[in-house]
């Protein structure tokens, strides 16, 4: 199987982590210098993004494949979007309950 080439794009994110990780001294410091909408995030979702962007930075480094990685910054962008048009995260008790279960119309 051919293995896909990563794209400028993916090197210039995962050149940009690194060199804001080393100068920030961990992910979660680098994060706002390389993605703007972070503090968009609470403190509890930012690291939680940095955990798992961790996770998913170093193997896409070594492995030359981005996808994870793309798709975990995605996520957590289209997070913060929601944020910023008015949307808030739901909370437990604002979930609809749990299904009754009915029987079947005859």
Do not use: C, H, I, K
């Amino acid at each position: 199987m051919p293995s896909a080439q990563p794209t400028a794009l993916d090197l210039r994110l995962a050149g940009a982590m690194v060199r804001e990780t080393l100068r920030a001294g961990g992910v979660r410091d680098a994060l706002p210098a390389v993605f703007p909408w972070v503090p968009a995030l609470s403190r509890d979702e930012t690291a939680r993004f940095a955990d798992a962007l961790e996770r998913r930075l170093w193997p896409a480094l070594e492995l030359g494949r981005y996808t994870a990685l793309w798709a975990e910054v995605a996520a957590w962008r289209e997070t913060a979007e929601a944020y910023a048009a008015g949307l808030t995260p739901t909370a437990p008790s604002d979930r609809l309950p749990e299904p009754v279960p009915m029987e079947r119309p005859r």
